[in-house]
């Protein structure tokens, strides 16, 4: 009788001893400023300070402005994206660096840069504020644009690495087939990239939500049109320091159930 071939048990290799010390390192350095946030936080009154006037308003802000940045980052962030993920796009390389300069600009930097191009002296907002008399900063739409500026290359570098995943001889057969560049997009592109779109969204929202340097810069600090939940967050630690450990702390709570709840719906993708 033949012996039933058995399945190798690949061999584990043992980290050496001297990475886990800088892993370790590394893992506290993330972890204990979380904790100590944790400990810190007034739990019996996080509730009341929840519901209080500015701290409502501006999470209220900050949920609304964070959603419609990613919902203009989807717009125009995955055209983008499909123009990046083109074999032999003339100057592929130096549009993914514009896109990606975001990611690695000083927020506050972002935010001069963008009064530069849009404020009333800019070199878009100039014109436009002599022909109309409206300037963008220091409004809730500046808030938006400039959590765009910062979040969109999140979705952009996340769909972009979707697309180039994809096998294209699904795309191919669509066209064979007979549908249209736009039809193929919304029936075989677009659900085969949804987990990357997802989760570049998700975390182009997380980034939006926590966005600082460029909203204070270009948007203002003004309680009920400029002052995201960040933003209270800076000015309750100029004279309170529990009430911003606690606004820290409903931020990361908000963020932390986010990233989960989407964790499992790409998880499931």
């Not at 009430?243 to 499931?268: D, E, F, K």
């Amino acid at each position: 009788m033949a012996e039933r071939p058995t399945t190798a048990t690949p061999p584990v290799h043992r980290l050496p001893a001297g990475l886990v010390v800088p892993a370790v390192v590394g893992v506290l350095l993330m972890v204990v400023p979380l904790l100590g946030l944790v400990v810190r936080t007034p739990w019996s009154g996080l509730i009341d300070l929840l519901i209080t006037p500015g701290t409502a308003e501006a999470l209220g802000l900050s949920l609304i402005t964070a959603t419609s940045a990613t919902a203009v980052s989807v717009v125009l962030g995955v055209p983008l994206a499909l123009l990046l993920a083109r074999p032999g796009l003339p100057g592929a390389g130096l549009l993914r660096a514009v896109v990606t300069v975001p990611l690695v600009l000083p927020p506050v930097v972002g935010g001069v840069a963008l009064f530069a191009a849009l404020g009333r002296t800019g070199l878009l907002g100039g014109p436009v504020h002599e022909l109309t008399g409206w300037a963008l900063p220091f409004t809730s739409a500046a808030v938006v644009v400039a959590q765009v500026f910062v979040a969109m290359p999140f979705l952009v570098l996340g769909v972009e690495g979707a697309l180039r995943a994809l096998d294209p001889r699904h795309a191919e057969v669509a066209a064979l087939l007979g549908s249209s560049p736009w039809r193929t997009f919304w029936t075989v592109t677009l659900p085969l990239i949804r987990p990357g779109l997802v989760s570049g969204a998700v975390l182009t929202w997380a980034r939006a939500l926590g966005e600082f340097g460029a909203t204070i810069t270009f948007a203002g600090n003004f309680p009920g049109t400029t002052r995201t939940l960040p933003l209270q967050v800076y000015t309750s630690l100029q004279t309170d320091v529990a009430t911003a450990i606690g606004l820290s702390m409903i931020m990361l709570a908000t963020s932390v159930i986010v990233l989960v709840a989407a964790r499992g719906r790409w998880g499931r993708a």
